[in-house]
């Protein structure tokens, strides 16, 4: 158990539609990150949040949207879904003032989209 | 041009004994780390070991080693005596420290290995 939660674990839903995926980080962690993991495109950095701001965005489409609130949870907003966007999405966090930087990965939250 | 280059889809090896995941990586920035994942079919990633590009010593964690070559910009991961629940997915990983400001990683496409017994 890497102590990151991830809601839900699975959720089928159809196109056009819209979906919140949740995160909490280890207790501690400041950082959170987002990662899409699909057959083609592989693992793919979406975007990372500091203490609720945001600090680096990946390959993250416009209908994607991502914050961090004040307790440190963050929500990953999918909107206007498409057949493609179905995957597997991490949450993953990190220590402060880790040497390594190594990042701990939630179990995922797997969407269909039909 | 891909900053982590996994070139074996899948490998196979026998129980206990040692199996070699070739990475590849490409980087201009002076200061790196590299990472090891492991994802089972369960789907979760389970870290398995770090090397950074200032680090004098190949890094070791149990039964895993990390065989790092700065020049040839490979950082191959070592699996001793292996065990039928190492059958998974395997990634590399790297943080660039400078070049993004951020501590995300970029991962390879990964490498599935099957341990026969």
């Known amino acids: 158990d890497s102590g990151v939660t991830q809601t839900p674990k699975h959720l089928i839903t159809a196109t056009g539609q819209r979906v919140t995926l949740r995160c909490s980080p280890r207790?501690?962690?400041?950082?959170v990150y987002w990662y899409q993991q699909s057959l083609d495109q592989g693992l793919q950095f979406l975007i990372q949040?500091?203490?609720?701001?945001?600090?680096a965005k990946g390959n993250i489409l416009e209908r994607f949207s991502a914050q961090q609130f004040p307790d440190l949870h963050s929500e990953l907003n999918l909107s206007s879904l498409e057949l493609g966007d179905s995957a597997l999405y991490f949450c993953?966090?990190?220590?402060?003032?880790?040497?390594?930087?190594?990042?701990?990965f939630g179990e995922g939250s797997r969407l269909t989209v039909l | 041009a891909q900053k982590i280059t996994q070139t074996q889809p899948g490998m196979f090896v026998q129980e206990k004994e040692a199996v070699t995941l070739d990475c590849t990586y490409d980087?201009?920035?002076?200061?790196?780390?590299l990472f090891w994942y492991k994802q089972p079919s369960s789907g979760e990633m389970i870290f398995l070991i770090y090397?950074?590009?200032?680090?004098?010593q190949n890094a070791t964690e149990g039964r895993y080693s990390l065989n790092f070559q700065k020049a040839r910009k490979s950082a191959n991961l070592v699996i001793s005596a292996s065990q039928l629940g190492d059958s998974a997915m395997y990634f590399c990983?790297?943080?660039?420290?400078?070049?993004?400001?951020?501590?995300?990683?970029?991962f390879g496409t990964g490498t599935r290995l099957t341990v026969i017994p």
């Open positions: 090397q950074g590009s200032y680090d004098q």
């Open positions: 993953a966090s990190t220590p402060p003032h880790s040497r390594t930087g190594e990042l701990f």
């Open positions: 207790s501690g962690d400041l950082s």
């Open positions: 980087t201009s920035d002076p200061s790196y780390g």
């Open positions: 990983a790297m943080r660039e420290d400078f070049q993004t400001g951020a501590n995300n990683l970029f």
């Open positions: 949040y500091y203490n609720g701001e945001e600090r």
